[in-house]
């Protein structure tokens, strides 16, 4: 079966300072990645998204950058965060064929102080 | 462009109380709608899908029923436990896309013994 893992759960960073959060996913080929945030008191925001290696999507211009190096490893960056890039961080993968969903991981807290 | 809109929360109902969360969608195609389900500290989880009009999801007590003439795919269920207490998402993701799912921007439900 599939699963995808996340990490760190939790991390307090300060402003500045560099970020890598990291996702892999096991038990499947080529999934499509996805990178999302979900401030507080709003929905999810699509940040980047793949569909192969080193193909990266962005959909919202900011402070963060996200790379594929293997097929199933997606890495969200940032050289100097933001107080602002604080939020729940959450890493989806899903198959390109209709109907289907995404499936999540457990997320990222990051506090920038 | 697509977009999703669901009741705003937080809602507070009493155990086996009725419960509906409303959701309404815009789409230019005929996308797959889904909900979803995040307990607190934790990612999302597929509650239950429905690929095409009239189609009814279903899970956990959980049912919405895709209506194409309203464009509208509420969340029902009969009676509410204490363990029900999460935030719901309301999802669709397009025909012929990338995959991306749009979500809407949550709905805080609370139970109380």
């Known amino acids: 079966s599939q699963t995808i893992h996340q990490w760190p759960a939790t991390l307090v960073q300060p402003v500045g300072s560099p970020l890598s959060l990291e996702c892999t996913v096991e038990?499947?080929?080529?999934?499509?990645l996805y990178w999302y945030r979900q401030a507080a008191g709003r929905g999810l925001q699509l940040l980047f998204y793949?569909?192969?290696?080193?193909?990266i999507s962005s959909e919202v211009p900011q402070n963060l950058s996200a790379s594929r190096p293997q097929d199933r490893q997606f890495i969200l960056s940032s050289k100097k965060l933001l107080l602002s890039d604080s939020g729940f961080y959450l890493c989806?993968?899903?198959?390109?064929?209709?109907?289907?969903?995404?499936?999540f991981g457990q997320g990222t807290r990051l506090t920038v102080v | 462009g697509d977009s999703v809109t669901q009741m705003e929360g937080p809602v507070t109902l009493s155990e086996e109380a009725f419960l509906t969360i409303n959701c309404t969608y815009t789409?230019?195609?005929?996308?797959?709608l889904f909900w979803y389900v995040q307990y607190p500290g934790e990612g999302l989880q597929l509650l239950l899908k429905?690929?095409?009009?009239?189609d009814k999801g279903s899970n956990k007590g959980f049912e919405a029923t895709y209506r194409k003439e309203t464009t509208s795919f509420h969340l029902e269920k009969g009676s509410v436990q204490v363990s029900d207490s999460a935030v719901y998402f309301c999802?669709?993701?397009?025909?012929?896309?990338?995959?991306?799912?749009?979500f809407g921007k949550g709905t805080k439900l609370s139970v109380k013994p």
């Open positions: 429905a690929t095409k009009a009239d």
């Open positions: 999802a669709l993701r397009e025909r012929g896309s990338q995959g991306n799912l749009i």
């Open positions: 793949s569909v192969g290696i080193g193909q």
């Open positions: 789409a230019t195609g005929y996308p797959s």
């Open positions: 989806a993968w899903s198959v390109l064929r209709e109907n289907t969903e995404a499936f």
């Open positions: 038990g499947t080929s080529n999934p499509n």
